[in-house]
């Protein structure tokens, strides 16, 4: 079986907590604000020289944030639009202040699947753990 994600809904929480830290997340608003801003710039002057601009703005205070301060590889490594796809949704809900909660809420969902793998019987009998 692969461990690869098949669908956005599964992608979803994975991403949520791939930006479990609040500093990595406000970097990601910065820079997907950064990257909407160069963007309507070069659409405006018609200068279609600025999108690598938008690129780096975006993409730039993302991934520093996930090598130095989240500790992991970014999601656009593997998963490029879905991650693209998130990083909207999440810069919306960061906008609409629900984002920590959603963080918190995918912890909580990820605490109480470890719980019931810790749990769950092996060959059909239950084990206590010490």
């Known amino acids: 079986m692969?461990?690869?994600i098949q669908s956005?809904?599964?992608?979803w929480p994975f991403y949520v907590l791939e930006h479990e830290k609040k500093a990595t997340r406000v970097l990601h608003f910065i820079?997907?604000?950064a990257a909407i801003t160069v963007l309507?710039?070069?659409a405006i002057?018609?200068?279609p020289g600025l999108v690598p601009l938008a690129l780096v703005a975006g993409y730039g205070p993302a991934w520093f944030s996930?090598?130095?301060i989240e500790g992991n590889r970014p999601a656009t490594f593997k998963y490029p639009l879905w991650s693209l796809k998130a990083d909207?949704?999440?810069w919306g809900k960061m906008i609409a202040g629900t984002m920590d909660a959603e963080v918190e809420a995918a912890k909580k969902r990820r605490e109480e699947a470890a719980a019931e793998e810790v749990s769950a019987p092996v060959n059909?009998?239950?084990h206590a753990v010490n």
Do not use: L, Y
Request: cysteine-free.
């Open 45 to 47: 002057t018609k200068r």
């Open 88 to 90: 909207f949704i999440m």
């Open 31 to 33: 820079g997907t604000t």
């Open 66 to 68: 996930h090598f130095f």
């Open 124 to 126: 059909g009998v239950a």
């Open 8 to 11: 956005f809904e599964e992608f």
């Open 2 to 4: 692969s461990d690869r």
């Open 40 to 42: 309507g710039a070069a």
